[in-house]
């Protein structure tokens, strides 16, 4: 399969996991305009480093979106759990910020050191695709606290006026199985 294909399947999937498990849907507007942003940076950043290979070129898109979109999907479930009829949505994004950071920084962390670590391979491949995923994370990172919550404040409206029920997938059987074994 080329690797074309791939991406667009992968997109695909990530689209309809998003609008079927979203509050709102607007959501999965906003967590892939900011990952595509994160993305788009990552990329251009790339035409200054001529050794990066096309085959990292290729698969760093996808893979940047699937590494760093919990973080975006963390700070928009922590913004729902603080916009209350009391907080306007300035309040609500600054608390799900100042609440949601420590654990979105630990996980981005733990990629990153993962990811810096394919540096150390002796294949090429290994450090260009390491060097060009952390530096996406980072990317990622920086568009999940700056333009997430920006878009949030400006569409606050829309995403409440286009909020929806979400499935709640019953994990009772896979809890006890798992605490059994």
């Known amino acids: 399969t080329p690797p074309f294909s791939v991406i667009v399947i992968a997109a695909v999937l990530i689209i309809v996991v998003l609008l079927v498990m979203t509050a709102s849907w607007l959501d999965p ?22 050794s990066v290979s096309i085959t990292t ?9 699937v590494l760093s979109l919990d973080y975006a999907i963390i700070l928009m479930n922590r913004y729902r759990q603080e916009k209350t009829a009391e907080r306007s949505a300035v309040e609500a994004v600054n608390a799900a910020i100042r609440r949601a950071y420590p654990s979105i920084l630990s996980s981005s962390l733990t ?5 810096l670590m394919l540096c150390m391979m002796r294949l090429k ?26 878009l ?13 029920r979400t499935p709640v997938i019953p994990t009772d059987r896979l809890s006890d199985f798992v605490t059994r074994h």
């Open 57 to 65: 070129n290729y698969i760093v898109a996808i893979l940047q979106m």
């Open 111 to 115: 990629t990153l050191v993962g990811l």
């Open 29 to 50: 507007v906003l967590l892939l305009v900011t990952m595509g942003l994160a993305v788009l940076l990552n990329m251009g950043t790339n035409a200054l480093l001529p």
């Open 125 to 150: 491949i290994g450090m260009d695709l390491g060097f060009v995923l952390a530096k996406g994370v980072l990317f990622c990172l920086a568009c999940t606290f700056t333009v997430l919550p920006s």
């Open 152 to 164: 949030i404040i400006l569409l606050h409206g829309l995403l409440e006026k286009y909020s929806k």
